[in-house]
């Protein structure tokens, strides 16, 4: 199965500013899929990213809030804009399922302080 | 949408105890996993289990798809086992997310 590097591991940010998540495969996929896990909570989807087109993005979550690249088929970047503290959450990256049997892999995961 | 249900939602075991995870999902699926999170937030893919039985060393998992459960099996608990124990299923491998349940939280007191 592949694996995904994720950074920042973890940050603490001011409200206001901007965070940019990166996650990279360490082979090509077609999806990658990116979620939100609030503190106690379990894992909702953000956005589904597919190369060379737009992001489609999950009820409740806009791509003005949340912008997405995916440039090619091993690297994705999430962006949490105009950071609140209801925003601090684990966020994390996904792709897979087309590896005959080792199913979906994530990344490690960042965890977002918003202070 | 498919539901994911898992119970129960939270376990406290005696070090040494074994126990028993369900997990119940609402339609037919592609793919169905267990995941472990560590307290670091980590998701530790567990078991790929589709259909039948799998072990890895205490662990061990059941799916029987046709009656839309799966059951994860920890035996001779440790400490170390502790954390949030995740079940999640997809409907189209690859190209569509996995689908959670909430969840179970299992506390291994020494």
């Known amino acids: ?59 409740g979550f806009v791509i003005d809030k949340f912008p997405i690249s995916r440039p090619n088929l091993t690297f994705s970047t999430l962006t949490v804009s105009n950071m609140s503290p209801e925003d601090s959450s684990i966020y994390l990256c996904s792709a897979g399922g087309g590896w005959g049997g080792y199913g979906y892999t994530f990344g490690s995961g960042t965890r977002l302080t918003v202070v | 949408g498919i539901q994911v249900e898992q119970s129960p939602p939270d376990l406290i075991l005696q070090e040494g105890a074994n126990s028993t995870l369900r997990c119940n999902f609402s339609d037919s699926v592609n793919n169905l996993q267990w995941f472990h ?9 567990l078991f790929y289990i589709p259909s039948g039985t799998k072990q890895n060393g205490r662990l061990s998992a059941t799916t ?4 839309r459960y799966s059951l994860l099996y920890i035996s001779s608990s440790q400490t170390t086992d502790s954390g949030v124990y995740f079940c999640a299923v997809d409907l189209d491998s690859g190209n569509t997310p996995l689908v959670f349940g909430k969840g179970t939280r299992l506390s291994v007191i020494a």
Not at chain 1, 8 to 30: A, E, H, K
């Open chain 1, 1 to 59: 199965s592949a694996v995904i590097s994720q950074k920042p591991s973890r940050d603490i940010c001011q409200r206001g500013t901007s965070l940019t998540i990166q996650c990279q495969v360490d082979s090509q996929v077609t999806m990658m899929f990116w979620y939100r896990q609030q503190p106690g909570q379990s894992l909702t989807l953000i956005a589904t990213a597919n190369q060379g087109s737009e992001a489609t993005y999950e009820s």
């Open chain 2, 37 to 45: 999170q560590n307290p670091w937030g980590q998701l530790i893919n």
């Open chain 2, 64 to 67: 029987v798809a046709t009656e």
